[in-house]
């Protein structure tokens, strides 16, 4: 729970102070590292709100969670066997 805390308030950060060619990989890799990382959309919709880039970037992050989520569920599946 603190690592995923840790991960929201890593994400925030550099959202807020680094440039996009930086924060958008930070947040997708947060978005693959950590099991439904549903607050990615929210400062994805951040990152549209304060920048003004339209909804590219939640939709983007929205899709990755959707096609995600079957692909973990496999690989959980596999390493249980």
């Keep these: 729970m603190t690592r995923r805390i840790l991960?929201?308030?890593?994400?925030?950060f550099?959202?807020?102070?680094?440039?996009y060619w930086v924060y958008i990989p930070v947040l997708f890799?947060?978005?693959i590292f950590f099991p439904?990382?549903?607050?990615?959309?929210?400062?994805?919709?951040?990152?549209?709100v304060a920048y003004g880039s339209g909804i590219g970037?939640?939709?983007s992050?929205?899709?990755?969670?959707?096609?995600?989520?079957?692909?973990r569920e496999r690989l959980r599946f596999n390493l249980e066997s």
């Design 7 to 12: 991960g929201l308030v890593v994400v925030l």
């Design 14 to 19: 550099s959202i807020l102070v680094l440039p």
């Design 29 to 31: 890799l947060a978005i």
């Design 36 to 48: 439904f990382f549903g607050e990615g959309i929210l400062l994805a919709f951040l990152i549209d």
């Design 57 to 59: 970037t939640a939709f």
């Design 61 to 71: 992050a929205l899709i990755l969670l959707i096609i995600l989520l079957p692909i």
